[in-house]
C-alpha cells in the first residue's frame, strides 16, 4: 500500500508539473507527456480505456497492440497527392516536423498501447480533422479526443488552455470556444479514430478517408 501510495503521489506532482509549465508556455511539448504520464494510472485514465474498447474495432486494434514503422516520407512524398500520405509528408516536411517526435513508452498493457498509438498518430489526427497546429489548433484537437476517447488529459489540457487564454489572451476566447464546440460536435460524429490502421492505407484520398469517418468540416474552421 504504502509503494502503491508514494507512486500515485509522484504522479500527481509529475502531473501538477507538467501543468504549470504548461499554464505558462503552452508550446512546451515534454509538459503535454508530463501530464498524460501522471494521469495513465489513475482510475479515470481505466475507464477511458474500457470506453473505448467498447467499440469492437478499437477493442480489436488493442489487442492487436498495432504499431506501425516510422513512415518513410522521402517515399510518401511521391503518391498520390490527394492520397493521405502524400498530403501528410507535405504536412511533415513544410512544418519540419520529425514523424518520430514523441516520448516513448514501453508498451505493458492496453493504456501504455493506447498513449504510444495516439502519441504516434498525432498529426494524422491533424490533418484528418482539418485542425491547426497553433495553440488554439491543438487545443481544438483537444475538444475532438474528448468523444472520442474521454482521456483526462484531454480535459486537463482543455480546461487550462481555455483558461490561461480567458486571463492572457482575452481577445482570443470567442474564436478559441468557437473552434472547441466544432472539434467536439465533430468528434462525436465521427467513426472511431483509434480504431484506424491509418498507416496500411497511405494512398487512399484524405477526401474519401473523411468521408468514410463521417468527418464533415466546417469551412470557416479550415485553417
Do not use: C
Request: charged share 25%; proline share 5%; aromatic share 10%.
Amino acid at each position: 500500500m504504502l509503494k502503491k501510495n508514494r507512486a500515485l503521489n509522484l504522479d500527481f506532482f509529475q502531473t501538477l508539473k507538467g501543468a504549470i509549465v504548461l499554464f505558462r508556455d503552452p508550446t512546451h511539448t515534454e509538459s503535454v507527456y508530463d501530464i498524460e504520464d501522471g494521469l495513465s494510472r489513475t482510475k479515470a485514465t481505466q475507464q477511458a480505456i474500457a470506453y473505448a474498447k467498447s467499440d469492437p474495432e478499437v477493442a480489436q486494434i488493442i489487442s492487436d497492440r498495432y504499431l506501425a514503422p516510422a513512415p518513410d516520407i522521402a517515399a510518401l512524398l511521391n503518391y498520390p497527392p490527394e492520397s493521405l500520405g502524400a498530403i501528410y509528408a507535405h504536412y511533415i516536411t513544410e512544418a519540419g516536423f520529425d514523424p518520430s517526435f514523441y516520448r516513448k513508452i514501453e508498451i505493458i498493457d492496453d493504456v501504455s498501447y493506447v498513449l504510444y498509438r495516439l502519441r504516434q498518430t498525432h498529426d494524422i489526427w491533424h490533418i484528418v480533422t482539418g485542425s491547426t497546429t497553433d495553440v488554439v489548433g491543438e487545443l481544438a484537437l483537444k475538444a475532438f479526443e474528448i468523444p472520442q476517447t474521454r482521456r483526462t488529459m484531454s480535459v486537463v489540457l482543455l480546461a487550462g488552455g481555455i483558461l490561461r487564454t480567458l486571463f492572457n489572451h482575452p481577445e482570443e476566447s470567442d474564436r478559441l470556444m468557437e473552434r472547441v464546440a466544432i472539434m467536439y460536435r465533430m468528434g462525436a460524429r465521427a467513426k472511431p479514430f483509434l480504431a484506424q490502421r491509418w498507416e496500411e492505407n497511405w494512398e487512399k484520398p484524405l477526401t474519401q478517408w473523411r468521408s468514410e469517418l463521417s468527418v464533415e468540416l466546417v469551412d470557416k474552421y479550415l485553417p
